[in-house]
C-alpha cells in the first residue's frame, strides 16, 4: 500500500508537512539521511541563537559596571558555551522527535532518491505514496574557486569551533555573516567583514544598513563593503584575502558566508522531469511542481530561505493534499530577523521597493527614533522604527533596528499583513514602558498625532 504522502527531508519545511499530514489523518513517511529537524534545529537558527545569547550575556557582565552592579568579564569558556548550545538542540531535538512518532509518521532513515512521480529509493526499499513533497534544504554555498578546508570554514565548521578566533574574517555581510561577526566580537575577537554590495545588511532599507554600519563601527568590527574577492591564501597560522582593489585582509580563519545553495543535485529531480532554475526547484504558487503530484517546501523552492518560511509551507502542502484550500504564501509579509547586537527585524517593502512599486507620490515614511522610547532607554539601546506606507492606505513596510527588536515583529507583521491603516494602529494602546510602545508611537507620528516625538 502505497503512503498518502512521502516526504523527502526532516527539515523545517519536511517534518511541517509531515506534522499537519498526520493531523490531517494522512498516512505520512519521512525520509532522513541525518536528524530530523534539519539545518534550523541542529547547524543553523538554534545554535546560531543560543551563542548569541551567550554573547548578550558576555556583553551585560562587560557593561554591568554602567548599571551599578559590580561584575567582572573573566573569559569565554567556549566548552562550556557548546555544552550550553548542545543542551538547547538535544531538548529541541528530543521533543520533536516525540512529536513525529507520536502523530504515528512513519520515519525512514536514510539517503533518499527520486526514482519515480510517485517514488523514492532509499537503500533496497521503494517507498511509494500518493503525494511526494521534496524538502531536501540547502548547503553552505563557496565563491568558485575558494574550496573550504583548514583556516577556511562556513557556518557548519564555526558553530563547531572549541575556541575562540582571535582575527576573524567574514566574508559576506548577509544574515549569517552579521550573526557570526556579532557574537564573535561580544567575546572579544577582532572582526572584519568582506561584503561585496554596497551595505552591510544589503537586503534591508537603507536607512537600517547605515544605522547598523555606524554600530558595528563603534562596537570596532571592522568592515569593507563593495569589496570583491580576488584571492584567497592560508598557511598555517593565518589567511589572507585579497581583494580586486589590492587591499588585503588577514585573519586567523575566514567564514564564507556568501549564501545557501539548493540541495537537489543527483537526487533523481532532473531526471523525473522537475523544473530546476540554478539548482532551485520551480513551483506554482500552490508548491506544485507539474510532475505527478510532486511538491516542494523549504530552501530549494526560490524565495526567502527561512525556517518558519518552510514551516509555513509545509503546512500548506499537507493542507492542500488533505483537501483544504490555504491561501498562497506572500513572501515580502514574511518577517526576517537578524539576531545581531542591534537586532534587525522588518517585514514587508522597504522605501525603495515601495516607491518602485507604487510610484514616489503615493509613498510616506515615518522614523521613530527609539531616544524617546523609556524601555528602551533603560536597555541602553539606539535604533528607529520606520514605516513605510502607502498615503492613505495601508502599512507596507516596517523596518526596526536596536537591542531585542525581533521580539517586535510579531505586531510589525500582523499590522503588515492585515493591511492596517496607520489610524487603525494609532488608535490602540501600547503598554508602558515597553519597546513595543515604540510601534504604536511611530504611528501616532505617521497619524498626525506624535505624542513623545517632535513634530
Ligand atoms: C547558520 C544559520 C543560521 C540560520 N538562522 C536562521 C534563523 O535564525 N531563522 C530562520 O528562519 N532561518 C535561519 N536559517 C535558515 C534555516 O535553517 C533554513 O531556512 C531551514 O532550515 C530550511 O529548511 P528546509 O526544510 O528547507 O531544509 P533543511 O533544514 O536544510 O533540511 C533538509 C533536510 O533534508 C535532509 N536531506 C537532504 N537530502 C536528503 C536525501 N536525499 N535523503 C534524505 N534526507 C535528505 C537533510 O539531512 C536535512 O535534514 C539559518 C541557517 C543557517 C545555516
Known amino acids: 500500500m502505497p503512503y498518502d504522502v512521502v516526504v523527502l527531508g526532516g527539515g ?59 561584575a567582572q568579564l573573566e573569559g569565554i569558556d567556549m566548552q562550556q558555551v557548546n555544552r550550553f548550545k548542545q543542551g538547547v538542540i538535544d531538548r529541541l531535538y528530543k521533543g520533536l522527535s516525540g512529536l513525529v512518532s507520536g502523530r504515528g509518521v512513519t520515519l525512514v532513515p536514510g539517503w533518499g ?81 568582506v561584503e561585496g554590495l554596497p551595505h552591510l545588511a544589503p537586503n534591508e532599507d537603507e536607512a537600517i544598513s547605515k544605522t547598523l554600519e555606524r554600530s558595528f563601527r563603534k562596537r570596532g568590527i571592522g568592515f569593507k563593503v563593495g569589496a570583491m574577492v580576488a584571492e584567497v591564501t592560508q598557511d598555517e597560522n593565518s ?16 567564514l564564507v558566508a556568501v ?41 530549494i523552492v526560490p524565495g526567502l530561505q527561512l525556517a518558519h518560511r518552510g514551516f509555513q509551507q509545509g503546512i500548506a502542502v499537507a493542507e492542500r493534499i488533505a483537501g483544504l484550500n490555504p491561501p498562497p504564501l506572500i513572501e515580502s509579509g514574511i518577517p526576517r530577523v537578524t539576531y545581531c547586537e542591534p537586532e534587525i527585524a522588518s517585514v514587508g517593502l522597504n522605501e525603495v521597493a515601495a516607491r518602485q512599486r507604487h510610484g514616489d507620490g503615493a509613498i510616506e515614511t515615518v522614523e521613530y527614533n527609539l531616544a524617546g522610547n523609556g524601555k528602551s532607554q533603560v536597555l541602553q539601546t539606539q535604533g528607529f522604527i520606520k514605516v513605510v506606507s502607502l498615503k492613505g492606505g495601508p502599512v507596507l513596510g516596517i523596518h526596526m533596528i536596536g537591542s531585542r527588536v525581533g521580539e517586535l515583529v510579531g505586531e510589525a507583521q500582523l499590522i503588515v499583513n492585515w493591511e492596517a491603516h496607520p489610524s487603525d494602529v494609532a488608535e490602540l494602546v501600547h503598554a508602558h514602558p515597553t519597546q513595543d510602545e515604540a510601534i504604536g508611537e511611530a504611528f501616532m507620528a505617521l497619524a498626525g498625532k506624535p505624542l513623545h516625538a517632535h513634530a
Open 12 to 70: 523545517s519545511g519536511g517534518y511541517a508537512t509531515a506534522l499537519r499530514g498526520a493531523q490531517l489523518g494522512l498516512n505520512i513517511a519521512l525520509i532522513e539521511a541525518d536528524k530530523v529537524g534539519g539545518t534550523c534545529l541542529h547547524r543553523g537558527c538554534i545554535p546560531t541563537k543560543a551563542m548569541l545569547h551567550a554573547a548578550e550575556v558576555a556583553d551585560s557582565v562587560r557593561e554591568a559596571g554602567a548599571f551599578g552592579v559590580g
Open 259 to 299: 549564501g545557501r545553495g539548493p540541495r537537489t543535485q543527483d537526487l533523481g529531480y532532473e531526471a523525473q522531469g522537475l523544473n530546476l532554475d540554478r539548482g532551485f526547484v520551480l513551483t506554482d504558487d500552490r508548491l506544485r511542481t507539474g510532475v505527478g503530484n510532486i511538491w516542494a517546501v523549504g530552501d
Open 113 to 193: 532518491t527520486l526514482v519515480a512521480p510517485d517514488a523514492v529509493q532509499v537503500g533496497e526499499d521503494r517507498i511509494e505514496g500518493k503525494h511526494v513533497v521534496l524538502g531536501t534544504g540547502s548547503y553552505a554555498k563557496s565563491l568558485p574557486g575558494l574550496e573550504i578546508g583548514g583556516r577556511v570554514m562556513t557556518s557548519d565548521q564555526a558553530l563547531e569551533l572549541d575556541y575562540i578566533p582571535q582575527h576573524p574574517v567574514v566574508l559576506g555581510g548577509g544574515v549569517i555573516g552579521l550573526e557570526f561577526a556579532s557574537l564573535w566580537t561580544s567575546f572579544g575577537a577582532k572582526v572584519q567583514i
Open 239 to 254: 589567511v589572507t584575502v585579497t581583494l580586486q582593489s589590492g587591499d588585503q585582509v588577514t585573519g586567523d580563519i575566514l
